[in-house]
């Protein structure tokens, strides 16, 4: 199956930029997602990207697709405690169903 | 408020004992989703259901069964559970290009 990576953890200071990234497989992704939980909710989603945009900008969210290496990235500009939560990228899959494929999530700290 | 509605929120199940997890949905969507969340695992499909009659397996089907009930409702049932099925369990339905609404969690301990 697909795998979706990412690496677990990211420690930023409040008020600097935080970059949360990830690497994907299926390159005939349509979406690719980000969401966001926090601790002891549901995932909720931040943002998503289509397949032909190379960026995304939506307030303090960056979204960069680079299709050729598979590789997504999140930026968060101006990182705030209560952006302290896990991260996860998830790309759609083609085929049935409407399936998505997560990663394993960024544990993103932000410290005063 | 509309949205996905997990019950229970936490069960503590003794190994062997059967359990049904609920779920349902008020937005009319046709595609719902069971994953489990394991730390450093992220989330992985168990069943899904892409449409109101039909359910077919994830990536990891093995001690579980799935009943879509309805269009609103898509049900995950432990017939009897194991420790290694202790995880957290969200339902999930589909919103199309805006991805998934993901219910609040089923906290699940095995013991």
């Known amino acids: 199956g697909e795998d979706v990576e990412q690496s677990l953890f990211l420690s930023v200071r409040e008020g600097d930029s935080s970059v949360i990234n990830c690497t994907y497989t299926?390159?005939?992704?349509?979406?690719l997602y980000w969401y966001k939980q926090e601790p002891g909710a549901g995932l909720q989603l931040l943002t998503y990207?289509?397949?032909?945009?190379d960026m995304k900008q939506d307030q303090r969210l960056t979204v960069l697709l680079n299709k050729k290496d598979k590789h997504l990235s999140l930026r968060i500009a101006d990182t705030q405690t209560g952006d302290s939560a896990i991260y996860f990228c998830?790309?759609?899959?083609?085929?049935?169903?409407?399936?998505?494929?997560f990663g394993t999530g960024t544990q993103l700290k932000v410290e005063l | 408020n509309a949205g996905v509605t997990q019950t229970p929120k936490f069960q503590v199940l003794k190994t062997g004992q059967s359990m049904t997890l609920q779920c349902a949905q008020d937005?009319?969507?046709?595609?719902m989703y069971w994953y489990r969340q394991d730390p450093g695992m992220g989330l992985r499909l168990i069943y899904y259901?892409?449409?109101?009659?039909?359910?077919d397996k994830g990536e990891v089907p093995n001690g579980y069964n799935v009943s879509r009930l309805n269009k609103r409702e898509f049900s995950l049932r432990l017939e009897s559970a194991a420790p290694s099925q202790t995880s957290v369990y969200f339902c999930?339905?589909?919103?199309?290009?805006?991805?998934?609404?993901f219910g609040s969690g089923t906290r699940l301990t095995v013991v």
């Open positions: 937005m009319n969507h046709n595609s």
């Open positions: 998830a790309e759609s899959l083609t085929g049935g169903g409407n399936k998505l494929t």
């Open positions: 299926d390159s005939s992704s349509t979406y």
């Open positions: 259901s892409a449409s109101e009659g039909t359910t």
């Open positions: 999930a339905s589909n919103r199309g290009y805006y991805g998934y609404t």
């Open positions: 990207i289509f397949s032909n945009m």
